[in-house]
């Protein structure tokens, strides 16, 4: 049964949900929730007009701020719905029940063919550490809009590397667990025009006392996303960037690269999963609560 599909925000992400929503066999049409004109798709402008339009498929592709709200009335409004809230789930740790509709969390990195095999062969070893870097030039993220107006500049607005960067933090704890923080770094420290917070440093340990750094920038001229674990007979050095992975196990060297994957491949994996109602690498509400959690501990941690 095709399935009628609606995209609620419609910058640089909600646009790409709406491309690759529309290009799938499985959905019906898109409907995008905007305040923009003249928009390729049939564009409502209130949160009232979805009862009416009963999308099977909803993707929150708003500013974060506005997520918990928009959650709320989704949730008092409707039933038997599926959900994608676009990372991260809040800006603030917030509570809500869910009880009427399925609801998931957009951390399409999991989807990732380098992740899911990094997830398979750690799994079941004891992992001593594992260290995160995540860096790129904010005013080269959208260089047709001025870095300063986005929402990633901007506090009322959910930016900030913590919010913006939280991929990290979600598939740190897929692969090893919860983390306890024992130190964070968290601040704006460059020189960009920005309100929010453009470096994170934060060191934790899991319960099972793998050690873990990571690194967060808005500031890096050259964008690097690489992840490093050492552990029982193996090592793992991986790029996300240039999609190349190198795996020692026991002596032997293993490596591997997807040189033609594109990062619509890992939203419409994502969307696919949810749509056929395959859980195995889908962040969960409760998932996205629990990153929730840590990122209000990072800010807490100094305070």
Known sequence: ????????????????????????????????????????????????????????????????????????????????????????????????????????????????????????????????????????????????????????????????????????????????GPIAVEYVVNEKVSDLEIETDDLLLLSGQTKDGAHLQVCLNYFTRKPLRQVLIDGEDISIRADLVENILSIVEKDETYNYSWPELESNETYRAQHKAILEDDPSFLCTYVEGLETMRLIDSIRSFNS
């Open 1 to 176: 049964m095709l399935l009628p599909a609606l995209v609620i925000g419609y910058g640089s992400i909600g646009k790409r949900h709406a491309d690759i929503l529309n290009s799938m066999d499985t959905i019906k049409n898109v409907a995008v929730l905007s305040g923009q004109d003249n928009l390729p798709y049939e564009t409502i402008t209130s949160l009232e007009e979805i009862l009416k339009l009963n999308p099977n498929y909803i993707v929150v592709a708003s500013n974060t701020a506005i997520h918990y709200e928009q959650l709320v009335f989704l949730e008092k409004n409707l039933q038997g719905k599926k959900i994608l809230i676009e990372k991260p789930l809040f800006d603030f740790f917030d509570y809500l029940q869910i009880k009427n509709n399925q609801v998931f969390v957009g951390y399409n990195l999991r989807f990732h063919p380098l992740m899911k095999l990094v997830k398979e062969k750690i799994a079941e070893r004891k992992i001593w550490s594992i260290q995160v870097f995540c860096g790129s030039y904010l005013p080269d993220w959208r260089p047709e809009r001025d870095y300063r107006q986005t929402s990633s500049a901007k506090q009322g607005t959910g930016g900030g590397v913590l919010l913006d960067l939280s991929h990290e933090l979600d598939y740190v704890q897929w692969l090893i």
